[in-house]
Nanobody, 124 residues
Framework: QVQLVESGGGLVQAGDSLRLSCAAS????????MGWFRQAPGKEREIVAA????????YYADSVKGRFTISGDNAKNTVYLQMNSLKPEDTAVYYC?????????????????WGQGTQVTVSS
């Protein structure tokens, strides 16, 4: 079992950057496929980015492609989401999630473990 804690959210202006961190404990993050999701008020939780166990493949939602980057640091047991050129529509609570498996997963219903979320607010 793994515990996930997100950090790095905040209030920024459009065009700014943020880096979210997802610190794992209990097991090494490299044992899991990882994903970043977000949920805006009144909307369903949606995939933002995902990475396979070991980091060989990544997935990005069309809305963030070219602006966001998911990566992992096994030494720090942490997964990151680098967010550049932020837009007001990126405002949401961001969650990281982990799944036991070797694939690249984009559906939130199949992830096994979730963090508590971190708020990202982008002002125009």
């Amino acid at each position: 079992q793994v515990q996930l804690v997100e950090s790095g959210g905040g209030l920024v202006q459009a065009g700014d950057s943020l880096r979210l961190s997802c610190a794992a404990s209990g097991r090494t993050v490299s044992s899991y496929a990882m994903g970043w999701f977000r949920q805006a008020p009144g909307k369903e939780r949606e995939i933002v980015a995902a990475i396979t166990r070991g980091g060989g493949r990544t997935y990005y939602a069309d809305s963030v492609k070219g602006r966001f980057t998911i990566s992992g640091d096994n030494a720090k047991n942490t997964v990151y989401l680098q967010m550049n050129s932020l837009k007001p529509e990126d405002t949401a609570v961001y969650y990281c999630a982990a799944r036991n498996g070797g694939g690249l997963y984009t559906r939130n219903s199949i992830y096994d473990y979730w963090g508590q979320g971190t708020q990202v607010t982008v002002s125009s």
